[in-house]
């Protein structure tokens, strides 16, 4: 034992520090069900640590409204840890808010400046209806990935580790793509309400790798016509990629445009049968 | 075209999961209701889908960019006096004679821009009403945009004033002239006459303003819509969106000042 050792008893004092805090005003989108009339509330929020997530400031600020007797905000949440993929908002316009490559949970206080003003209001697109407050349903996404997201595989036996060998830079793309966590930031940041980031990147992490090409090219256009059937169109404007808190880039969709053309192309005696 | 798509490509859809799912659909994120259509033959079939759409865009784009920039390089030739100019004119007429008749060449290529402008304004109007209902209820804060730019943002008003200029532009310098003297087959007197009036060049400036506008956004997005995109080359497709914007604005723009400024007059 030498003296240089930290006294427990102050690390202790440290963590409880509440260190710098804020004082905020929050501009909530308040909607009491899917077809009530939406409004803006404000509310204060004063003396929120920065080291508070986004998340937790907003329990703070439910705490007291519960405790006031105001019904509390309504807002997705989970993992709150940046991979599950249900936290949501558009904070000051933007979706996930003003941090790059992060989710909501994700985001701390201290991104924030005494005295400000934070408008939060929900992902906003047709195919994410509110359900109340901030809450959106996003089950559209999960029809895009029902549509074609999956493989087939022979099933029996396990097969041996490594016996489909994959490229280095392959599995790497491949697993880029696959980080995308279906939060729909991108949907929420599109001008257009476009889900094609989203789309491009389930079918990049199967299209790209061995296992995924048998399928490759009627999954891509499965999938692209279901996400048509709920979305806007691409226009290229790289919102998406700015807002997603995976940073999927936007090489994936010129790659999906590009199976889409040859898959209308190669399908095409399939599609004169079955329109 | 629906949801759970009759294009099933043989996987698990259907059963119990997807009842409750359309029990769900009913309720919220029902699919947005588009036209049901018969099947047709692929061209059209994929031109009915929005990625479809983007690619006669796109290239519907590329033919009007080469037709802009030719055109362009063309009316340089007005630098170099009314002989040259209006013996250029003849030689678009005269375009692969004797291979064709005279005039044909010409009109092939007015068939194809013609094509190309009414394709690409059809699919331009298309995926907005597509855009549109995909949010029928919009942000009620001010949207912060962190890529967007403004050539993006604004592509269909600029296309809209491309368009419209277009048209005045034709009925001033190739159909009927518009009050200033108009001398048919003296393309040189015409310019000159027209582009003399202040507010119409300021009008001509504008309108090359806009079309600058929409293809820096245009001829970078075009890459996207393509599939164009490999490491190799894809740090020049913005250089190559602003110098092909810049190329045109500034040959454009060149004319209605070289006849303000005297330089080109009859
Ligand atoms: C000489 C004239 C024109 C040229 C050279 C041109 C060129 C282009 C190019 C290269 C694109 C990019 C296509 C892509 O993203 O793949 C584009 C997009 C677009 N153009 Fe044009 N265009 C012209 C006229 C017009 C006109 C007259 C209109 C409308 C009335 C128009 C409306 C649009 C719109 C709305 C887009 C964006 C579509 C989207 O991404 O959703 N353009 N144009
Ligand atoms: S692509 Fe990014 S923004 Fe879009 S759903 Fe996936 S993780 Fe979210
Ligand atoms: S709560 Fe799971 S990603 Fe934010």
């Avoid at chain 2, 009842?19 to 309720?27: E, P, T």
Wanted: hydrophobic share 45%; aromatic share 10%.
């Amino acid at each position: 034992m030498t003296v240089t050792d930290p006294d427990p008893r102050e690390a202790t004092a440290a963590r409880t520090d509440p260190g710098r805090t804020l004082d905020v005003t929050l501009k909530v989108w308040r909607q009491a069900g899917p077809d009530a009339e939406g409004h803006f509330a404000t509310y204060e929020a004063p003396g929120i640590s920065e080291d508070m997530s986004f998340l937790e400031m907003l329990d703070v600020v439910n705490e007291r409204l519960a405790d006031e007797g105001v019904e509390p905000i309504s807002f997705d949440h989970d993992c709150r840890e940046g991979i599950c993929g249900t936290c949501s908002l558009m904070i000051n316009g933007q979706a996930h808010g003003p941090e790059r490559g992060t989710a909501t949970c994700q985001l701390h206080m201290r991104t924030f400046s005494d005295g400000d003003t934070i408008v939060i209001e929900p992902f906003r697109a047709t195919a994410f209806p509110i359900i109340k407050d901030l809450m959106v349903d996003r089950a559209a996404f999960d029809r895009i990935v029902e549509a074609g997201g999956y493989i087939t595989v022979a099933a029996g036996s396990a097969p041996d580790a490594n016996l489909i060998p994959v490229p280095k830079v392959v599995a790497d793309a491949a697993m880029d793509a696959a980080a995308c966590i279906a939060c729909g930031a991108c949907v929420a940041a599109c001008p257009n309400s476009a889900a094609n980031l989203f789309t491009a990147a389930k079918a990049a992490h199967l299209n790209l790798l061995p296992q995924g090409q048998s399928q490759r090219y009627q999954r891509t256009e499965t999938m692209v016509d279901t996400m048509e059937d709920f979305f806007g169109s691409c226009t290229n404007h790289g919102e998406c990629e700015a807002a997603c808190p995976k940073e999927i880039s936007i090489d994936f969709i010129a790659t999906m445009n590009k199976d889409y053309l040859r898959a209308k192309l190669k399908n095409r005696r399939y599609l004169s049968r079955n329109g | 075209m629906t949801a759970t798509s009759t294009r099933d490509v043989g996987g698990p859809t259907g059963g119990e999961g997807a009842d409750q799912a359309s029990a769900l659909n009913d309720r919220y994120g029902a699919p947005i209701k588009r036209k049901q259509r018969r099947p047709a033959p692929w061209p059209v079939e994929l031109y009915r889908s929005g990625l479809g759409k983007k690619y006669v865009m796109a290239i519907t784009g590329i033919a009007l960019m080469g037709f802009v920039f030719a055109h362009m390089v063309g009316n340089l030739k007005m630098f170099l006096g009314p002989a040259s100019f209006n013996e250029y004119g003849e030689f678009l007429r005269e375009l692969l004679v004797p291979i064709l008749p005279h005039h044909v060449a010409l009109w092939l290529m007015r068939i194809g821009l013609i094509v190309a402008f009414v394709l690409h304004i059809h699919a331009s109007y298309a995926l907005t009403r597509m855009n549109r209902q995909a949010r029928t209820v919009r942000y009620q804060s001010r949207q912060d945009y962190a890529a967007a730019t403004y050539a993006s943002r604004t592509m269909r008003w600029s296309g809209v004033i491309v368009g419209l200029f277009l048209v005045w532009h034709l009925f001033d310098l190739s159909w009927t002239g518009t009050g200033a003297p108009f001398y048919r087959g003296d393309p040189y007197t015409n310019t000159d006459n027209s582009l003399s009036r202040i507010p119409v060049a300021v009008l001509y400036i504008v309108a090359n303003l806009a079309l600058g506008l929409h293809l820096f956004h245009g001829s970078w997005s075009l890459f996207q819509s393509m599939g164009w995109n490999n490491p190799r080359f894809n740090r020049w497709r913005r250089n190559f969106a602003w110098t092909f914007a810049a190329i045109i604005v500034i040959g454009n723009v060149s004319f209605p000042i070289a006849v303000l400024a005297g330089v080109v007059d009859v």
